[in-house]
């Protein structure tokens, strides 16, 4: 685990029981996947500006990856590790991001439960992609 991700699965964790808001990007207003992903790597000190420009449903989201790609993500493979952040397919043209709170759980925006929860292994979803934070070098 490295310290930043270890900073970032905390800040995720902190926002848990933040209500739920399409396109949010503040706690004390409610955040969405997108804004609870801004929120917790700023919060970690990697500030990251997405889009605003999204549905819940989208055939393409690569003006988005650009943005995370110009950040300080970097995509990854292998174990999954605290502070993650991982991309989902929960049904046609939906993305959904979470973030690796441990090995096991993970913090996300849950429309449908109307807040920030925390979910355990295995996601009843595919998984597509993966971010870390890149390491110091």
């Known amino acids: 685990m490295t310290r930043a991700g270890a900073r970032v699965a905390e800040a995720a964790a902190a926002m848990i029981g933040t209500r739920f808001r399409l396109h949010g990007r503040h706690p004390r207003h409610g955040l969405d996947c997108v804004g609870l992903v801004v929120c917790a790597l700023a919060a970690s000190g990697h500030p990251i500006k997405l889009p605003m420009g999204y549905r819940l449903r989208n055939n393409s989201i690569e003006s988005q990856l650009a943005a995370v790609a110009a950040g300080d993500m970097v995509e990854v493979s292998g174990c999954l590790l605290p502070g993650d952040v991982v991309m989902a397919i929960p049904g046609p043209a939906q993305h959904h991001l979470l ?34 934070i890149k390491p110091d070098i």
């Open 99 to 132: 973030i690796a709170e441990t090995p096991n759980s993970y913090v996300h925006a849950d429309a449908g439960i109307g807040s920030v929860v925390r979910t355990f292994s295995p996601l009843p979803w595919p998984i597509t992609r993966r971010w870390r």
